[in-house]
């Protein structure tokens, strides 16, 4: 059993930054890879960033690249996403998601997502 708790969401204009945090809970699960998604209103959700276990592998969307950048903390079971020049179609919910494989965290197929944490980008 993993819980996974979003946090750092806000309101900032376009071009600041903002760093989410996503704690994980639960007795195994330093063993999952992490990864985040966002759900724009009357969009689909889409995959933004995802990190391995150990944190030796990411991947991003292309639509982040250059931009955000996913990492392991220090503090353990928790992943951050760094998010840097911010635009406005940025805005979204974004959600935290965890599964033994960082493929089927890429895919969205994952047993463990976060309840989102609301980004919102002025412009």
């Known amino acids: 059993q993993v819980q996974l708790i979003e946090s750092g969401g806000g309101l900032v204009q376009a071009g600041d930054s ?28 889409e995959f933004v960033a995802g990190i391995t276990a150990v944190g030796d592998v990411t991947e991003y969307a292309d639509s982040v690249k250059g931009r955000f950048t996913i990492a392991k903390e220090n503090v353990k079971n928790t992943v951050s996403l760094q998010m840097n020049s911010l635009k406005p ?26 309840q989102g944490t609301q980004v919102t980008i002025s412009s």
């Open 18 to 45: 903002l760093r989410l945090s996503c704690a994980a809970s639960g007795r195994t699960s330093s063993n999952y890879a992490m990864g985040w998604f966002r759900q724009a209103p009357g969009k689909e959700r």
């Open 89 to 114: 179609e940025d805005t979204a919910v974004y959600y935290c998601a965890a599964d033994f494989q960082l493929r089927t965290v890429v895919a969205g197929i994952v047993p463990y997502w976060g």
